[in-house]
């Protein structure tokens, strides 16, 4: 708690833009996490197990992923 605490509470000033964020606190190390979101795939359908298989390698490709926007507000 000694280290959460802190970032805890600056996590709560008006100094910071962060909205829908993640941090990670541990080993005396503090990190951001982000999930990443690509284009996907869109069906025009309800898709099937196989229309997903046969989608599966675009939805799961990360190459141009950017991190995903969950800003609130």
Same mark, same amino acid.
């Given at each position: 708690?000694?280290?959460?605490?802190?970032?805890?509470?600056?996590?709560?000033?008006?100094?910071?833009?962060?909205? #829908?964020?993640? &941090?990670?606190?541990?080993?005396?190390?503090?990190?951001?996490? #982000?999930? &990443?979101?690509?284009?996907?795939?869109? &069906?025009?359908?309800?898709?099937?197990?196989?229309?997903? #298989?046969?989608?599966?390698?675009?939805?799961?490709?990360?190459?141009?992923?950017?991190?995903?926007? &969950?800003?609130?507000?």
């Amino acid at each position: 708690p000694e280290y959460v605490a802190p970032v805890v509470a600056y996590l709560c000033t008006e100094e910071v833009p962060d909205t #829908a964020s993640v &941090f990670i606190v541990g080993g005396g190390k503090v990190q951001r996490a #982000a999930l &990443f979101q690509n284009e996907g795939v869109t &069906f025009d359908h309800v898709p099937t197990v196989d229309d997903v #298989a046969a989608q599966w390698s675009t939805i799961d490709d990360l190459a141009a992923a950017k991190p995903a926007n &969950f800003k609130l507000g």
